[in-house]
């Protein structure tokens, strides 16, 4: 779409700026700031207007403007026209060799667009004084001083435009990453879930087998009641089964949306994902307004082989640290190598963990903490979960803590577990 208004902005600056000038060879030349304002403003608006079409309109609006104002001064209007008609001649050389360059494939070559224009500007330039000299003005001109106006006006506005693109490519960068480490982490959340629609499957695959074993010795019983009581546990039985497949239907649909070969792989490496997880439990802590220091110490990187349960085991630990600490502290994730294991500690100065719960805080439903609202504790799901992502990935999770020094979370998982080869 045309933007007509980025095109009266071009004519109406060009014009207005194209007043502050010099005249270098005491003519009616001059070099002036509108080229120069011209040329960002083209580069700036290159994908809403025709360089050509603005080039024309710019030079004619030039033409008339200062033409206007020598009426003013008592100049007759057929010489007013015959004086400023090259620098119309100018702008529409200008706007032309935009166009034939095509100015929109150099927006990542700074040097190469600054001389292109730079030969823009110097050919216009020359356009206009032999233009100047073929109507019978005497104009004398050096063209090493034409190239020299030409290099400083052209890189100024070609140096602002790439430092403005730069800035808008830096921003855009920033939003994309912040939505892919968004992305990452909710999609981590529902690898969770999976875990989760995955155990219980198996605990309805345990529930159904016990119901039919009843029912088949409830049959065998003479007895009325018996026989009524078998009846209905195989009925359970099949609503149990039903309900097992569909439990199964929703977790295979849930795994094929997690096909990790769908996502970019902007973010795959170990490093990567520690300072993505820091970076957005930053923001959690914040919400729950502690000062928290996070730190991380990353020995041995590498490429993840399961990106989601990385993910999905340091964001629990790291979100139990900060939950662990009452206003401030400091959390750290530390990984080295060690043989064929990879060991990862999450640290925290949090409240520590006594002594008689360290038994029972990898068990499900186990729980100390209670929201100060509504009375309700939470549902000691997350340790259940973390420890069971470990030892599906062939490793071991052990915890040491005191109270009021914190806790230390110990994993040495197998690198052919995680290291993608």
């Known amino acids: 779409m045309y933007d007509y208004k980025a095109l009266m902005l071009i004519i109406c600056l060009t014009t207005l700026l194209g007043q502050v000038s010099i005249h270098p060879f005491n003519t009616a030349f001059r070099f002036g700031l509108g080229p120069l304002i011209f040329a960002f403003l083209i580069l700036l608006n290159r994908k809403k207007l025709h360089p050509a079409l603005t080039?024309?309109?710019?030079?004619?609006?030039?033409?008339?403007?200062?033409?206007?104002?020598n009426l003013f001064q008592g100049v007759v209007l057929q010489t007013a026209l015959n004086i400023h008609f090259p620098a119309m001649v100018y702008y529409i050389a200008?706007?032309?060799?935009?166009?034939?360059?095509?100015?929109?494939?150099?927006?990542?070559?700074?040097?190469?667009?600054?001389?292109?224009?730079t030969i823009v500007d110097f050919t216009s330039n020359v356009i206009e004084i032999f233009i100047r000299i073929i109507t019978g003005e005497e104009v004398s001109f050096f063209a090493l001083n034409?190239?020299?106006?030409?290099?400083?006006?052209m890189f100024i506005a070609s140096g602002i435009f790439t430092m403005l693109n730069y800035q808008k490519l830096q921003i855009i960068h920033s939003i994309e990453k912040k939505n892919y480490e968004n992305l990452l982490i909710k999609t981590s959340n529902l690898y969770s879930e999976i875990f989760f629609l995955e155990t219980t499957s198996s605990l309805i695959e345990e529930i159904m087998a016990k119901s039919y074993s009843l029912y088949k010795t409830l049959s065998r019983q003479k007895s009325a009641e018996a026989k009524k009581f078998s009846k209905d546990l195989l009925?359970?039985?099949?609503?149990?089964?039903?309900?097992?497949?569909?439990?199964?239907?929703?977790?295979?649909?849930?795994?094929?949306?997690?096909?990790?070969?769908?996502?970019?792989?902007?973010?795959?490496?170990?490093?990567?994902?520690?300072?993505?997880?820091?970076?957005?439990?930053?923001?959690?802590?914040?919400?729950?307004?502690?000062?928290?220091?996070?730190?991380?110490e990353v020995e041995y990187d590498f490429v993840l082989k399961d990106l989601f349960a990385i993910v999905s085991i340091l964001n629990n630990l790291v979100s139990n640290a900060i939950d662990a600490i009452q206003k401030e502290g400091w959390v750290k994730i530390h990984e080295w190598e060690a043989g064929d294991n990879v060991i990862i500690e999450v640290k925290d100065s949090g409240m520590g963990i006594p002594d008689g719960n360290i038994d029972y805080i990898f068990e499900a439903g186990f729980t100390t903490k209670y929201d100060p609202s509504t009375g309700k504790s939470s549902t000691g799901i997350?340790?259940?979960h973390v420890k069971?992502?470990?030892?599906?990935?062939?490793?071991?999770?052990?915890?040491?803590?005191?109270?009021g020094e914190g806790a230390v979370f110990?994993?040495?998982?197998?690198?052919t577990s995680v290291v993608k080869p």
């Open 94 to 117: 200008m706007g032309l060799g935009f166009r034939l360059i095509n100015i929109s494939r150099f927006d990542n070559k700074p040097f190469v667009l600054g001389n292109l224009l």
């Open 382 to 384: 997350g340790l259940v």
């Open 410 to 415: 110990r994993m040495v998982i197998p690198k």
């Open 146 to 153: 034409l190239a020299m106006v030409a290099v400083i006006r």
């Open 55 to 69: 080039g024309v309109l710019t030079g004619v609006f030039v033409l008339l403007f200062r033409s206007t104002i």
């Open 235 to 296: 009925n359970i039985a099949t609503d149990i089964h039903e309900i097992k497949k569909h439990y199964n239907r929703i977790a295979a649909g849930l795994k094929k949306l997690l096909d990790e070969d769908n996502l970019d792989e902007a973010i795959n490496t170990f490093k990567q994902v520690v300072q993505v997880l820091l970076e957005a439990n930053k923001d959690y802590s914040k919400n729950l307004k502690k000062e928290i220091q996070f730190d991380a």
């Open 388 to 403: 069971s992502l470990v030892k599906q990935l062939g490793g071991e999770i052990k915890v040491r803590s005191k109270v």
